[in-house]
């Protein structure tokens, strides 16, 4: 099993420019997030699927697009990008239903917008 | 909206001696959660907490849940290099599955 699974690792954008990021998981999860990690800021959840077909807006969705393509992949939409969108991006999964709702997160994408 | 605190943002400390990070929430959970962020990597997930007043054991890490549920603490005793990293909190509210990470402790060892 892979797990997480984040294209690409590393991203530099001009201002104005649009990209999508790419996740997917093999772990048969529902519930699938977008997080961005800034220092000093913690994680913050941009979007999240609960399950195939439904998107939620998290904390900080400006700005932002997601498609839950398929149970598997959850894809991040940056429309025009913006050099307040530098960060380290990561997906996560995690099972529902379960005693325990432990996230699985992929590896990150490191973006810088210039 | 829910907000999740921790402190200290930083600790440096000298091998072998203990560390302790705290997590405060502005309402009651339903569970916390721990993660751990190795220099260049992704969070992992360590423990998840439920009961008021629980406490957790991994070998070296004691963890923690207030008798609230509204704060969370992680204490590693003797600490060691592979220690190295962030550790955040993360909590989840009453019949909501989203999780609001806290804001994380680095965790830094002279050896």
């Known amino acids: 099993n892979a797990g997480v699974t984040q294209t690409p690792k590393f991203q530099v954008l001009k201002t104005g420019q649009s990209m999508t990021l790419q996740c997917a998981q093999d772990?048969?999860?529902?519930?699938m997030y977008w997080y961005r990690q800034d220092p000093g800021m913690g994680l913050r959840l941009i979007y999240y699927?609960?399950?195939?077909?439904?998107?939620d807006k998290g904390e900080v969705p400006n700005g932002y697009n997601v498609s839950r393509l398929n149970k598997r992949e959850f894809s991040l939409r940056l429309e025009s990008a913006a050099p307040s969108q530098t960060s380290v991006y990561f997906c996560?999964?995690?099972?529902?239903?379960?005693?325990?709702?432990?996230?699985?997160f992929g590896p990150g994408t490191r973006l810088t917008v210039t | 909206g829910q907000q999740v605190m921790q402190i200290p943002q930083y600790q440096h400390v000298q091998e072998g001696e203990d560390f302790t990070t705290y997590c405060n929430s502005s309402?009651?959970?339903?569970?916390i959660q721990w993660y751990k962020q190795r220099p260049g990597g992704h969070p992992v997930f360590l423990i998840q907490?439920?009961?008021?007043?629980e406490v957790k054991k991994q070998k070296r890490l004691t963890f923690q849940f207030g008798e609230a549920k509204k704060n969370s603490s992680l204490h590693i005793t003797a600490t060691q290099t592979t220690d190295v990293g962030t550790y955040f909190c993360?909590?989840?509210?009453?019949?909501?599955?989203?999780?609001?990470f806290g804001t994380g402790t680095r965790l830094t060892i002279i050896p």
């Open positions: 996560a999964s995690s099972e529902v239903g379960g005693r325990t709702y432990e996230q699985y």
């Open positions: 772990m048969n999860h529902n519930s």
């Open positions: 699927s609960a399950s195939e077909g439904t998107t």
């Open positions: 309402t009651t959970l339903s569970n």
């Open positions: 907490l439920v009961k008021s007043g």
């Open positions: 993360a909590g989840r509210s009453f019949g909501n599955e989203k999780l609001t």
